[in-house]
């Protein structure tokens, strides 16, 4: 325990070197939680569609917290791998799996901050009331939201060869990940070519649980099944980010 | 004899695009010895060096560190060496102090045992003058300097050294040389890797030069001099410096001559009796004030396994 205590201690050192970068992790998700979700609860209001759309786009931004928050702290793996220390502390004396939950333990606390203060900002400037009897399984579905997305971007930066390819591959990922999916607007009323690829997206099924806890009220009828898929999902990264970090690493 | 505590056996690494880095060596390291890995850029130094300390598998062959196989115990292996790879190898957002502070945790010191050992390593590494300055504004020779002072910290029994004093002050260096020299006394192994013939020539007890992935020659610096082809340094200096003098040196076709103010060095092969006779030879001509025959250094065995690449690793 003491070796993932210190990873994670030093991926705190590293990301609170320049504090602004984590502050904007935070920030944006609020941003877009205000943004949208005051100006869009009018128009689609407007609309009669009878959505309550802050609550319903609460889910979203938790879900945009962790998956946020590792898009960019994978940058800083990917640093390290091309700086050189990446290599130096595959010779330190812990196990590989050892380093992956020293580094989801930060992320993963980093997340739960993250969520906090989307809840907070949710119910001090829209009123969502979030039920305290929710914040646990938000915090527990945004920690392992945070590993899947993380060990995800971790096989990634470990793969791909070259800062412009790790860019544009994770670049055009989080846009696909982020826009075909139900994190904005409900996923039935998607074009139905595109509905497809939002179900098969982990982004849907991790937004879906969240929501299941900001707006119990919302229409989840695959919940059992997207619960399945996306430990599922966290599992499967897990194992092939492992196995990348103990295979050769060239 | 000392055990050996690192074995190497047909050890070999092919890379993914089919380059083969490490083909096939085989090398022993005896416990509190300073051994050498040299060659050239590309000789596979540093691929040995990753294998051995985890960071590469093997593609054939068997390593064996601290008594585990790198391949099939790598955490038992990583328990028992500490490794400085490059220089570039810091935590460039964080300060020198915590760059070292973080390595402790990193090997599980507490923060009290951390502390003090981070204080003596400063210390005994000069390393005062930018502690709380980020290593990304470090000089290059004060961050191998720093990497050092990282290795130096950890107990382990087997210190990995890739191009350790590459960049340093000439007397900054001198104090590096002699706080691994100290390490080996304290029963510690270290492996190092390094272009530079005489840092090689001054600490290491045994050596193994390397060439695209293959070893040319191993063991101490006198068994290398006896397989290098009996190549000889001959110092002579006439009692005239003559025109007549300088061409029956010249004649006799050594590989190099050099002459700096009526001195000449050739260096020479073949049996030193020859050269003996050669010298005695030109001497009842142009008689001698001062000759002098040494064996090669390790410069001049590098000139005969590589060729050209020796005055290239110089030159670096």
């Known amino acids: 325990m003491r070796y993932i205590l210190a990873i994670a201690f030093r991926d705190f050192r590293i990301r609170m070197s320049n504090p602004v970068l984590p502050l904007w992790d935070v920030l944006v998700p609020v941003v ?29 931004v938790l879900s945009m917290v962790s998956f946020g928050i590792v898009f960019n702290s994978s940058y800083a793996f990917f640093e390290d791998l091309q700086g050189g220390i990446f290599h130096e502390m595959l010779t330190y004396p812990f196990a590989r799996w050892e380093m992956l939950l020293g580094k989801l333990l930060f992320n993963a606390a980093f ?58 591959t994770t670049s055009a990922l989080y846009l696909v990940l982020m826009f075909v999916s ?40 695959y919940l059992p099944f997207e ?16 196995r990348k970090l103990n295979g050769t690493i060239e | 004899m000392s055990q050996e505590i690192v074995q190497v056996e047909q050890l070999r690494h092919v890379y993914r695009k089919g380059k083969v880095a490490v083909d096939g060596i085989t090398f022993g390291v005896r416990q509190g010895e300073i051994f050498g890995l040299l060659g050239p850029n590309g000789a596979g130094k540093t691929t040995t060096v990753r294998m051995l300390t985890t960071i590469l598998r093997p593609t054939a062959g068997r390593a064996i560190v601290a008594g585990h196989d790198v391949a099939h115990e790598p955490l038992e292996v990583r328990r028992k060496i500490v490794a400085v790879l490059q220089e570039n190898a810091v935590e460039t957002l964080l300060s020198t102090v915590d760059n070292l502070l973080l390595y402790g945790y990193l090997h599980g010191y507490s923060r009290a045992e951390t502390r003090k050992r981070v204080d003596r390593v400063i210390a005994a590494l000069g390393l005062e003058e930018h502690v709380d ?26 210190i990995f050294l890739d191009e350790a004093t590459t960049g340093m002050d000439p007397l900054i260096k001198r104090r590096v040389v002699e706080l691994i020299r100290e390490e080996a006394e304290r029963g510690r192994t270290v492996v190092l890797t390094t272009q530079l013939l005489d840092e090689a020539e001054e600490l290491c007890q045994r050596m193994v030069l390397m060439k695209e992935g293959k070893i040319l020659s191993a063991g101490t610096m006198t068994e290398l001099r006896q397989r290098a082809h009996k190549a000889f340094r ?3 200096r006439f009692q005239q410096d003559t025109p007549d003098a300088a061409a029956m040196l010249k004649a006799l076709a050594p590989r190099s001559l050099k ?15 020859r050269w003996i006779r050669e010298m005695a030879r030109i001497s009842e001509r142009h008689p001698l004030e001062h000759l002098e025959i040494r064996a090669a250094d ?13 005055s290239e690793a110089n030159a670096n």
């Open chain 1, 227 to 242: 619960m399945a898929a996306f430990v599922a999902f966290v599992i499967v990264t897990f194992w092939v980010a492992n």
């Open chain 2, 133 to 158: 300055a980020r290593a990304q504004t470090l000089s290059g020779g004060y961050k191998r300097r720093l990497q050092v002072a990282k290795a130096l910290m950890i107990d382990a029994p087997v």
């Open chain 2, 234 to 236: 001959l110092f002579v």
């Open chain 2, 298 to 310: 390790l410069e001049q065995i590098f000139f005969e396994l590589y060729g050209d690449i020796a």
């Open chain 1, 111 to 168: 997340s739960v901050v993250g969520v906090g203060v989307c809840v907070a900002a949710g119910f001090a400037i829209l009123h969502i009331n979030v039920k305290p009897a929710a914040w646990l399984p938000i915090a527990l579905w945004s920690v392992v939201g945070t590993a899947g997305w993380y060990y995800l971007f971790t096989w990634l930066a470990l793969s791909l060869r070259g800062f412009n390819a790790y860019h544009t």
């Open chain 2, 259 to 273: 002459t700096d103010h009526g001195a000449y060095e050739i260096t020479v092969e073949g049996s030193e009796d």
């Open chain 1, 32 to 60: 877009y939680l205000l943004v949208f979700g005051s100006s869009l609860e009018r128009w689609i209001g407007a609309a009669g569609s009878g959505l309550d759309y802050p609550r319903f786009f609460l889910g979203g």
């Open chain 1, 182 to 221: 139900n994190l904005f607007y409900p996923a039935q009323q998607l074009p139905s070519a595109v509905r497809w690829l939002a179900w098969l997206n982990p982004v849907t099924w991790q937004t879906d649980l969240l929501r299941y806890y900001t707006y119990p009220a919302a229409d989840l009828p």
